[in-house]
């Protein structure tokens, strides 16, 4: 008779694999903000910085996008980058968090594929009307970049998935907590979106939820220093995160608070080093965008993220509200009430900061609302939509299957259909038409 403890871990094993295969096979890629990661992250394999001052060349034929140029302690973004043709280094206006995460990926990668030519020069000719396929297959980073990115994000995504189960199995039987984290992995933008790229939600995901398996366990909780820091270097609005989760541990595990701070500060520290020898300052200007408030805009950009045809969290992850039954219930009952309000704060915050992340930057990806404010909410199922899902004689268990089952119809067709993926600029680019988040006659799901 098998242990509990192997049963786990053939059950952990099983999700990893089925996720990094499925979501790797998956037709649609969308590098786009993302566009840089590869090259970062070759760049310091092969120059030990992150400058992508050797790719000039493929800078201006993208027309700048996503950089920025430092020169003289100033950052000149975007369009403007183009000042750096006359002195200055190139560098993308995003984090440095994906990256430094993909670089790993790429240098294995890379020689995997180097020592595998001899099998995959032929395979390569015949692809030759493909040129980033076969740019891959000739084990080159660069001319393969899409690839390399949905490789990696698809391998960040099924960790994060095995991440989910190890939480859930803790108040569930293996079996269930794998549904829940089959439901993550299909039923939401982790695939849709998360695996499609290298964006910045994809390693967010993973290290968040590494917190939170972290803060499960009294033993653990310092390390989820580490998590909380590198969090914020992966995406800014992680610095609620950040603040949350040292408020949770100053109340709840005082005994272990310095070394948690430590750990934190030990990445913090890093990434303030790297911005004063790169840029000048502790900073980017990424980091210090500010949000347009109060702007009535901003309450209707709310309400679209959470109900709209074209962004709704609710329609195109719709089991996510059980999410918030769940959470009522946790309330109410008493348990584990400091972590419940934890979640609580998570969501909500979540909800205004990644909103006016995206309205800053001026870029919306379709799915991106969901992608951006499922996090919180999966973070909140071990205590929450466990119970509700799991209630199967309130009938709760049908209503949770089919609010599962539609949500993996709707982000199945982001992942293998690029004529929904590109609902973002057709027939009209939504960044320039913003009404068409409300246009229930053409919502991307239907297409």
């Not at 969308?30 to 070759?42: N, Y």
């Amino acid at each position: 008779m098998k242990s509990k403890g192997t049963e786990k871990w053939r059950w952990a094993l099983a999700i990893f694999c089925t996720v990094f295969l499925v979501h790797t096979m998956s037709p649609v890629a969308a590098s786009g903000d993302t566009r840089w990661t590869v090259f970062i992250a070759q760049s310091l394999l092969t120059e030990h910085n992150t400058n992508l001052d050797e790719y000039l060349g493929l800078v201006q034929a993208s027309r700048y996008y996503g950089v920025e140029c430092v020169r003289d302690g100033r950052e000149f973004i975007l369009g403007d980058a183009k000042v750096c043709e006359s002195g200055g280094d190139i560098y993308s206006f995003y984090p440095i968090g994906g990256p430094l995460l993909a670089m790993p990926f790429v240098f294995l990668m890379q020689h995997g594929l180097e020592l595998g030519q001899p099998l995959l020069r032929p395979i390569a000719r015949r692809a030759a009307g493909y040129p980033m396929v076969e740019s891959f297959l000739r084990a080159d980073p660069i001319g393969g970049y899409g690839i390399y990115e949905v490789i990696i994000a698809s391998f960040l995504i099924a960790l994060t998935s095995v991440v989910l189960f190890w939480i859930a199995v803790q108040t569930l039987q293996p079996s269930w907590a794998a549904g829940l984290a089959g439901v993550f992995a299909f039923g939401t933008s982790a695939w849709s979106v998360g695996s499609r790229a290298m964006f910045q939600h994809t390693p967010s995901m993973l290290v968040i939820s590494l917190t939170m398996l972290l803060l499960s366990n009294a033993r653990w909780v310092s390390w989820a220093g580490l998590t909380t820091g590198f969090a914020y270097v992966v995406r800014p609005t992680n610095g609620l995160l950040l603040v949350l989760v040292t408020v949770y541990v100053a109340i709840e595990h005082r005994a272990v608070l310095f070394r948690y701070l430590a750990f934190a500060a030990t990445e913090l520290g890093a990434f303030a080093a790297y911005n004063l020898g790169t840029l000048g300052h502790l900073r980017s200007a990424y980091y210090t965008l500010t949000p347009p408030f109060p702007d009535s805009r901003l309450f209707i950009a709310l309400a679209g993220n959470l109900v709209s045809p074209g962004r709704g969290l609710f329609v195109y992850t719709p089991i996510l509200l059980f999410s918030i039954w769940g959470m009522l219930r946790a309330w109410k009952s008493g348990d584990s009430k400091p972590m419940t309000l934890l979640r609580c704060a998570l969501i909500g915050g979540h909800w205004l900061a990644i909103l006016v992340s995206d309205v800053l930057v001026g870029r919306s990806l379709i799915w991106s609302a969901p992608l951006s404010g499922h996090g919180p909410f999966i973070r909140a199922l071990p205590h929450t939509i466990v119970r509700t899902m799991a209630n199967r004689t309130k009938g709760t268990g049908i209503r949770g299957l089919y609010g599962g089952v539609s949500g993996v119809a709707i982000h199945a067709k982001g992942a293998f259909v690029r004529r929904a993926y590109l609902w973002n600029t057709t027939p009209q680019n939504v960044d320039d038409h913003p009404e068409r988040v409300w246009d229930w006659s053409d919502p991307a799901f239907l297409r």
